[in-house]
């Protein structure tokens, strides 16, 4: 079973958000009941083992993206999507994309699946349970990514925790790897020396070229939870966009 790192997720999964995602893929059909997140749960009144019922990758060996995620059009990343509402935004802003969301959180990946496949995207959107650090950096082939989401990464703040941060040198060099030149990096916090930080570690890593430290909106339409309560509660954001060089 996954282990369920970090503390919980506070985010609410407003109707609102995820019915404004809904009417972008499926304009007039009625925002139903059913994508409540607590359906699952109430359907069965048992505990549901999202452990093993959420969907993950192969647990070893070399991983074909290009093989796996379903669809033909350039592949996506969006790590850490939570609630995964970035995920869903992000697939009807660019419906020839196929897109991989990762999310070490079982319970978060196995909703987002569910939600998946009632949206009708299970044909270029696949969800993964899984740490992105370990899966991204045994993923192929090199240059099959388009482009990299990384939504309000990293909410540990002790010195302990360290070594459960995604975005680093390390994880960096998996994605250029991965990412085709000219491929873009979008990175957003609303935690100033974050962003700091992760300006530094781009501008520092020799494959990839700062385009943009402070970008005032997320030009991709891939509006995360966290952004959008973000948002709605009036705090900055920190936003990067990067290139593969
Ligand atoms: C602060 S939340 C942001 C969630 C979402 N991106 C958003 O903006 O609303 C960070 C997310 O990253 C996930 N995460 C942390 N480490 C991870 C890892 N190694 N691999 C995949 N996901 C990870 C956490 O479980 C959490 O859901």
Excluded at 95 to 100: E, S
Excluded at 118 to 146: F, K
Excluded at 211 to 224: E, I, K
Excluded at 235 to 241: A, C, K, N, Q, S
Aim: hydrophobic share 40%.
């Amino acid at each position: 079973m996954l282990e369920d790192t970090g503390p919980p997720d506070t985010d609410t999964d407003t109707d609102r958000s995820w019915r404004a995602a809904f009417d972008l893929l499926h304009p007039g059909v009625i925002f139903g009941g059913p994508m409540s997140d607590e359906t699952t749960q109430s359907r069965t009144e048992v505990p549901v083992p999202y452990g093993t019922m959420a969907p993950r990758p192969p647990a070893e060996g070399e991983l074909d993206l290009d093989a796996l995620v379903p669809g033909h059009g350039p592949i996506e990343l969006d790590i850490g999507f939570g609630r995964g509402m970035s995920v869903v935004r992000r697939a009807a802003k660019a419906p020839d994309a196929r897109i991989l969301g990762i999310e070490i959180k079982a319970k978060l990946a196995f909703r987002l699946s569910e939600r998946v496949m009632r949206l009708g995207l299970s044909d270029r959107v696949l969800v993964w349970a899984c740490d992105a650090r370990e899966t991204l950096a045994r993923s192929g082939p090199a240059g099959c990514v388009s482009r990299a989401f990384v939504h309000f990464p990293d909410p540990w703040w002790k010195k302990r925790h360290t070594k459960r941060r995604v975005l680093g040198d390390d994880f960096l060099s998996s994605l250029a790897r991965l990412m085709a030149p000219g491929a873009e990096l979008f990175v957003q916090t609303d935690v100033e020396d974050r962003h700091a930080l992760y300006v530094s570690f781009v501008e520092a890593h020799p494959d990839f070229e700062l385009v943009d430290a402070h970008l005032d909106h997320n030009p991709f339409g891939s509006v995360s939870n966290r952004e959008a309560r973000a948002e709605e509660d009036g705090l900055p954001i920190h936003r990067l966009l990067a290139r593969r060089r």
